[in-house]
């Protein structure tokens, strides 16, 4: 296996693994062709033709990455309009918020008040309020539009795509950084030798490079077939993970898995060769080979609970409607364009989607089903008789949030199986 400095990828259909060069790629899963599923519409925009790619997630059986295999170009992606931000889920926000608290407490870094802290594909800048309430100094490089909303809540930083060129000049603007953190971003990126490289210029020597990515382990144990869509470009277990680093002169020196997102991996590397790994690090490893997450097993009996979920989804939502109930959808995730296309799940079966009023996609219709997304006070006004809950991976505060606010539907969980919750 031949892991190099070179992990950035062309656009379009890709021809080997996206660490190791391997052409021999396996088919995990082929979900069609579907538009990137950020890229919601207008009203005026529903009679145009929409763009469509293919959707495929495939396993490198040399160096054991899970990846799609066809890569849309980032600016189609991450539009100057890209509707997601962080701070909106209260859960979410949280967690982007202890990571300030991680690290400060970490045997792995020294954080003295004023250590410089930059954080990629930073949003609203909700991770890095925890450290500006620590006393660090903070910068967050965000490509959209999101940037300024960031600088209006007092995070400085920068709209512009992050690279080595950009991690330069932060470092000889505002000297090397202590901590870089790509929160769910660092699985997004198709010029990854050249983020990876601008992280190497700007982190001071010894310092922590520290990523969250969704985790291929919990994605297949909860069949979390609607994390996969084209701004995930890889779905990180560890070993590839650890290997790619390498190249660069990092070690990646300790792992755990996280809640975010369904399950995710947080991964601390420092800018450093040859260290050793933490103990939990090992005990990761030892569990990714104990569950045989390198061998095909895993991936055959994620097919099939995948084909029986769209089955079971659909065959419900069909019975509802022709029992005469009502059924909307609640919260907009980027996975629901996935879920609910893949399910061919379209307005006469949902005929609405319901977002918090702050959400940037109320007003908007969801690329390919073209289901509207309201503000959630039409649900209240009207109580559908069912609810199906699009972010499911965080389905029990939504449910205690609703009720609290007088819902009285009942409330569907499409994943890991689909079920209906009895009060």
């Known amino acids: 296996m031949n892991i190099t400095q070179q992990h950035d990828l062309p656009l379009g259909h ?19 062709h579907h538009a990137p599923c950020d890229s919601l519409l207008r009203e005026n925009q529903l009679h145009e033709i929409e763009r469509t790619y293919p959707l495929r997630c495939m396993r490198c059986p040399e160096c054991g990455l899970v990846q799609i295999d066809y890569v849309v170009a980032p600016e189609e992606l991450f539009y100057q309009d890209y509707p997601y931000r962080s701070g909106i889920t209260s859960t979410l926000a949280r967690n982007l918020q202890s990571i300030a608290q991680v690290m400060i407490e970490s045997e792995h870094v020294k954080l003295p008040k004023g250590s410089f802290v930059v954080d990629l594909g930073s949003n609203d800048g909700t991770l890095l309020q925890g450290f500006k309430s620590a006393g660090m100094r903070v910068l967050g490089v965000e490509p959209t539009k999101i940037a300024a909303i960031a600088n209006a809540n007092g995070i400085p930083s920068l709209k512009t795509f992050f690279g080595t060129t950009v991690g330069r000049q932060i470092r000889e603007q505002y000297g090397q950084a202590q901590v870089v953190t790509a929160a769910n971003m660092f699985a997004h990126v198709a010029k990854l030798s050249d983020l990876i490289r601008g992280v190497a210029e700007l982190l001071c020597d010894g310092g922590i490079f520290l990523t969250e990515s969704h985790y291929l382990l919990d994605l297949l144990k909860t069949v979390q077939y609607d994390s996969i869509y084209h701004e995930h470009l890889k779905y990180y277990s560890l070993k590839p993970f650890v290997r790619m680093l390498d190249a660069y002169g990092f070690s990646v020196i300790d792992a755990e898995r ?166």
């Not at 890709?14 to 069609?32: F, Y």
């Not at 659909?314 to 609910?340: I, S």
């Open 14 to 32: 890709l021809q080997a693994c996206q660490v190791c060069g391997c052409s021999d790629l396996q088919l995990v899963i082929d979900l069609g």
């Open 258 to 423: 996280i809640p975010n997102y369904g399950g995710s991996i947080r991964v601390f590397a420092k800018k450093a060769k040859g260290l050793l790994p933490s103990l939990r690090m090992k005990e990761l490893l030892a569990e990714e080979e104990y569950e045989d997450l390198y061998g095909p097993r895993p991936f055959e009996e994620f097919r099939n609970r995948v084909a029986k979920s769209k089955t079971d989804l659909q065959n419900l939502l069909v019975d509802l409607r022709r029992n005469g109930k009502t059924v909307v959808g609640v919260g907009c995730p980027g996975r629901c364009a996935t879920l609910l296309n893949y399910c061919r799940v379209d307005r006469d079966l949902m005929p609405y989607i319901a977002e918090q009023p702050s959400c940037l996609k109320v007003g908007m219709f969801l690329p390919g089903a073209h289901i509207p997304v309201v503000d959630e006070k039409i649900m209240f006004e009207s109580n559908p008789d069912y609810a199906v809950i699009l972010s499911w991976h965080y389905w029990e505060p939504i449910v205690r949030n609703l009720r609290a606010k007088g819902i009285t539907s009942k409330f569907i969980v499409p994943l890991p199986e689909v079920h209906v919750l009895e009060d």
